[in-house]
C-alpha cells in the first residue's frame, strides 16, 4: 500500500532562517505529489504540486519542492521563513490507480519573531 | 474560486446519538471526499465518492456512512456516535478527469461526543 512519511513532527525556526521539510512516499509508479498547507484556524490549502516535467516546483509564498524520484522524496523547502509560516505542513501523493490522496502525519513549524 | 462549505463548525453530540454532517461544494466537482484529521495522525481518508450514488470506502470506514444525492453535497454519518470518534472532520472536492487534480478543502467541523 501507498504511505508517505514526513520525518519531522515540529520544527521551530526563528525568523530568516531555512526551511526544508523532509516528505518520502512509498509508491513506485507514476506518482503526483502535494503540499498542502493549514494556517491555524484555517482551510487547509494547496502550496505547490508536482505531476510531471521540472521536478523542482514552485509554490506560493515563496516554497518550492524538489522531487527526486530515485530518493522517492518531495522535501519541501524556503530559503528564508517568515513568523506568519507558523502552521501545520502535509505532504500528500496519489497514485496513478487512485483517486484519493494519501496525507502524511503532518510537520508543525512554529517561526519565532 | 472554488468554495466548499460544512454545515457546522463545531458540533457536540451525545454517545449513541445519530450525527450527520454536510457537506456542499460549488464547482461542479465530481470527486468528494470525507477525512478525519486527528494530531499526530495527519488525514485519513473515511470515504469519498466519484459520482452521485456512489462511494468507495477509505482507510478507516469503520462507523461511518455516507450519502451522496446530488452531486454538489456529500453527508457523512456517524450511524451511532461515539467518544472515539471525537475528531476534526474535513471535506474536500476535486475534478474527476485523466490529469491528477488538487483537493479542495472545506474548512472542517470539530465533533465532540460526549
Known amino acids: 500500500a501507498q504511505s508517505v512519511s514526513q520525518h519531522n513532527h515540529h520544527v521551530i525556526l526563528s525568523e530568516a532562517a531555512s526551511l526544508e521539510l523532509g516528505c518520502n512516499y512509498s509508491?513506485?509508479?507514476?506518482?503526483?505529489l502535494f503540499w498542502y498547507v493549514q494556517y491555524p484556524g484555517q482551510h487547509l490549502q494547496l502550496l505547490l504540486k508536482y505531476f510531471s516535467g521540472d521536478p523542482l516546483v514552485k509554490g506560493i509564498k515563496g516554497f518550492e519542492a524538489e522531487f527526486i524520484k530515485s530518493k522517492f522524496s518531495f522535501n519541501l523547502r524556503k530559503p528564508s521563513v517568515q513568523w506568519s509560516d507558523t502552521a501545520e505542513y502535509f505532504c500528500?501523493?496519489?497514485?496513478?490507480?487512485?483517486?484519493?490522496?494519501?496525507f502524511g502525519k503532518g510537520t508543525t513549524l512554529s517561526v519565532s519573531s | 474560486d472554488v468554495k466548499v462549505t460544512q454545515s457546522s463548525r463545531y458540533l457536540v453530540k451525545r454517545t449513541g446519538e445519530k450525527v450527520f454532517l454536510e457537506c456542499v461544494q460549488d464547482m461542479d466537482h465530481e470527486n468528494m471526499f470525507w477525512y478525519r484529521q486527528d494530531p499526530g495522525l495527519g488525514l485519513r481518508l473515511i470515504y469519498f465518492?466519484?459520482?452521485?450514488?456512489?462511494?468507495e470506502k477509505g482507510d478507516i470506514p469503520e462507523g461511518y456512512s455516507v450519502s451522496r444525492e446530488k452531486k454538489e453535497r456529500f453527508s457523512l454519518i456517524l450511524e451511532s456516535a461515539s467518544t472515539n470518534q471525537t475528531s476534526m472532520y474535513l471535506c474536500?472536492?476535486?475534478?474527476?478527469?485523466?490529469?491528477?487534480?488538487?483537493?479542495?478543502f472545506g474548512p472542517g467541523t470539530r465533533l465532540t461526543v460526549l
Open positions: 465518492s466519484y459520482d452521485v450514488k456512489m462511494k
Open positions: 500528500a501523493v496519489k497514485g496513478q490507480a487512485g483517486t484519493a490522496l494519501i
Open positions: 509508491y513506485g509508479g507514476t506518482v503526483n
Open positions: 474536500a472536492s476535486s475534478l474527476r478527469t485523466s490529469a491528477p487534480r488538487e483537493q479542495f
